[in-house]
């Protein structure tokens, strides 16, 4: 007991090692949070935040189905380079683009695509996630998509970090 009391009673603070330590123990806490956060919850949000842009752009695309007397637009992956700004004179992409857009310049689409030609029978959209942090959310994000919408069927290209979304037996005009 009178140890102890040796230890209480002493006036000269904190040593360098007990400071050090309690640092050290801090930085670890922060470390473990920023790590959480970078390979837990910023994923989630990624695929989160880009299956609902995808979902968006193929309710969009359905939307220009019903403007265009219940057949797909006809524009071909040619017409339209990138969704973020409006396309040239075609008629098709000009009424695609306003669907997905809103008439609005529209950055998050940038290089993104639609394809229903004239003669086929299947419908793509094409987004692109080459801002992506992992290749292997694009996967999520196409099973997300996949699940949201009927009829449509995903795929992620993890070499080109594209997502291709797909839905046949329709009718383009």
Same mark, same amino acid.
């Given at each position: ?8 009673? &002493?006036? +000269? ?6 400071? *050090?330590?309690?640092?050290?123990? %801090? %930085? ?6 920023? @790590? !959480? ?9 990624? @695929?989160? #935040? &880009? =299956? +609902?842009? !995808?979902?968006?752009?193929? /309710?969009?695309?359905?939307? *220009? ?8 637009? @006809? @524009? %071909? ?6 969704? =973020? ?15 997905? /857009?809103?008439?609005?310049? *529209?950055?998050? !689409? +940038? &290089?993104?695509?639609? #394809?229903?030609?004239?003669?086929? /029978? ?8 080459? #801002? ?27 070499? &080109? ?13």
């Amino acid at each position: 007991m009178f140890s102890f009391l040796k230890y209480v009673n &002493n006036k +000269k603070g904190f040593t360098l090692i007990e400071i *050090a330590l309690v640092l050290a123990v %801090a %930085a670890l806490i922060v470390l473990g949070v920023f @790590v !959480l956060y970078k390979f837990q919850i910023e994923p989630s949000r990624y @695929v989160s #935040d &880009n =299956s +609902k842009k !995808l979902v968006n752009f193929i /309710t969009a695309i359905e939307q *220009a189905k019903s403007y265009n007397g219940g057949a797909y637009p @006809v @524009v %071909a992956v040619a017409d339209i380079t990138d969704l =973020s700004t409006k396309p040239g004179n075609t008629n098709k992409a000009v009424l695609l683009w306003q669907a997905v /857009t809103g008439g609005q310049d *529209a950055p998050y !689409l +940038k &290089n993104w695509d639609y #394809d229903c030609v004239s003669t086929g /029978t299947t419908v793509n959209a094409i987004g692109n996630f080459s #801002d992506t942090p992992n290749t292997e959310l694009l996967d999520l994000i196409a099973n997300q998509a996949q699940n949201n919408v009927s009829g449509w069927t995903c795929t992620a290209d993890t070499t &080109n970090k594209k997502i291709t979304c797909s839905k046949g037996n329709v009718t383009c005009g």
